[in-house]
């Protein structure tokens, strides 16, 4: 039994296999198998595999007789990997040589730990890109319930693709959900989070090709990925609604989510909202009444156009809360300028005090000397020398 198998699906993949390949045999860990699966490919990609399996016994590998969709295949590959840990790969990514023994160490050391990911580097067809996309700030041990209430709430997959992901080989959870279009990443990685805690290495051990094929491409035209948020919400809305949390509020971040996927697609990876499914007699006057098979199409025409329309509102509200911000500062220095005033007439008012008590400090002097004249004026000394004072006065000519 080896110590990785190293799932593989593959399906008219040529253009980047051999990269992909010598990525995984190149690793620093070599106690490994590599389980390949290939969907029927009309390309080279069987004479590549064939190739390398001539030279190499770890590599073992099955051509479909027929196409039976990349989640089947991959579930297919997955029971026949007989390896203690599975690394799950796409054929257009590749490995760094330390990504594998990185990823070995935190299982094998920390048994609580059920998924672990890394970082990856978004390349482009010719494997140049410098964008380091991260899951979390900081390598670290994430409580697994913890990663699934987070994604109810924001609907980022912060459990990473296929290829960011490593995890025991085991059944309680041992294959991928084909119900799912876009998601079905997602909804494994949770899943093995409900039984144990997620370790996050942040370092971009994976380069993450960004192309027109891929698979994330297809599904965004296409808004297949629509539907998979009601699923996971369906499935793991009940651990946010055991903490109290309103289930429109859970229905509010994945209608967020959706916006900020579909702004993605069309802001980000280029796609034109021509490419967004629309039938051939579109704007025909006679078109067919036949629409008996015809109302899933017609859903996901009518998502794509409701979302659409909310993304183009979003980022217009975005520029407006840009302008609110604006004038909430400028709010904000008028209320510290109002505050600095306060202040100074707090001060005034202390100062006023200050002067109120001198005030009534004199006030009280000027009295108490007025008192002391009248009882001056009522002695007996006084009467005896008032002849003196109206002699003085007429010498000095006062009245």
């Given amino acids: 039994m080896p110590k990785i198998s190293v799932c593989l699906p593959t399906f ?14 190149s690793q620093s860990v070599q106690d490994l198998e590599l389980v390949i699966g290939d969907d029927g490919s009309s390309d080279e990609t069987r004479q590549i595999i064939e190739g390398y399996a001539g030279r190499d016994p770890r590599i073992n590998y099955v051509f479909n007789p027929q ?35 990185r990823l070995l160490e935190i299982l094998e050391t920390q048994p609580g730990i059920q998924l672990a990911c890394v970082s990856r580097r978004h390349v482009n067809e010719n494997g140049v890109g410098d964008h380091i996309q991260h899951k979390f700030d900081a390598t670290g041990v994430y409580p697994g319930k913890d990663v699934i209430k987070l994604y109810l709430k924001e609907f980022l997959n912060r459990t990473g693709n296929p290829s960011q992901m490593f995890f025991r080989r085991q059944e309680r959870v041992n294959s991928f959900n084909a119900a799912y279009y876009h998601s079905a990443d997602t909804d494994f990685g949770l899943r093995l989070l409900e039984g144990g805690d997620y370790y996050y290495i942040a370092e971009p051990l994976l380069r993450y090709r960004v192309h027109k094929e891929t698979t994330t491409i297809t599904t965004l035209e296409d808004m297949s990925f629509a539907p998979d948020h009601v699923r996971l919400v369906d499935r793991f809305g009940s651990y946010l609604l055991a903490e109290g949390v309103d289930k429109d509020e859970i229905w509010e971040s994945a209608i967020k989510g959706l916006v900020n996927k579909m702004a993605n697609a069309m802001l980000v990876r280029g796609i034109k909202y021509d490419d967004f ?8 006057k006679n078109v067919l009444d036949d629409f008996e098979n015809d109302e899933p199409q017609t859903f996901r025409r009518l998502a794509c156009h409701l979302i659409k329309y909310v993304t183009e509102r979003h980022f217009d509200f975005e520029k407006l809360e840009q302008s609110l911000g604006d004038s909430e500062r400028a709010q904000q220095a008028v209320l510290a300028h109002n505050k600095q005033l306060i202040g100074r007439i707090a001060d005034l008012e202390v100062e006023k005090q200050k002067y109120s008590d001198e005030l009534a400090e ?30 003085g006065r007429s010498l000095s000519g006062a009245p």
């Fill in 362 to 391: 004199i006030q009280r002097a000027k009295e108490a000397l007025s008192a002391h004249i009248q009882a001056l004026k009522s002695s007996s000394s006084w009467r005896l020398t008032a002849p003196l004072r109206k002699v």
């Fill in 67 to 101: 196409n039976i969709g990349y989640l089947r295949n991959t579930n297919a590959i997955l029971k026949r990997c007989t390896g203690q840990y599975i690394k799950t790969f796409a054929q257009d990514d590749a490995f760094e040589p330390g990504c594998f023994v």
């Fill in 277 to 284: 499914p629309t039938p051939a007699h579109w704007g025909e």
């Fill in 12 to 25: 008219n993949g040529s253009k980047y296999l051999t990269e992909a390949i010598d990525s995984v045999l």
